[in-house]
Nanobody
């Protein structure tokens, strides 16, 4: 399984970005796909996740109402639409995927078998 994240960049506070995670190597039915982020000097933090088959979504409280995760089955791609960005959203964002992740574990990075390289998001004030 390969996960390729893209779409990061520099944006002003209040702006928007859309991250993409192109997945390849297998079919992802039964998988959960997640986005995590890591700011300088901080631990890896859960941002959002989606169950590939059902489309059920999960969000960290810090991004709820501002970020939206979705997937495109035809393109095997997961998106993270980020609106109303804040300077505290600055981080390297990673996409991750794993099979048969139960809901109670979906926010933990260790639950995912695969992680792509990160993409840097910088939000200026």
């Amino acid at each position: 399984v390969q996960l390729q994240a893209s779409g990061g960049g520099l944006v002003q506070a209040g702006g928007s970005l859309r991250l993409s995670c192109a997945a390849s190597g297998r079919t992802f039915s039964g998988y959960a796909m997640g986005w995590f982020r890591q700011a300088p000097g901080k631990e890896l933090e859960f941002v959002a996740a989606i169950r590939w088959s059902a489309g059920t979504t999960f969000y960290a409280d810090s991004v709820k109402g501002r970020f939206s995760i979705s997937r495109d089955n035809a393109k095997n791609t997961v998106y993270l639409q980020m609106n109303s960005l804040k300077p505290e959203d600055t981080a390297v964002y990673y996409c991750a995927g794993g099979p048969r992740i139960i809901v109670s574990m979906i926010r933990y990075p260790s639950s995912y078998d695969h992680r792509g390289q990160g993409t840097l998001v910088t939000v200026s004030s």
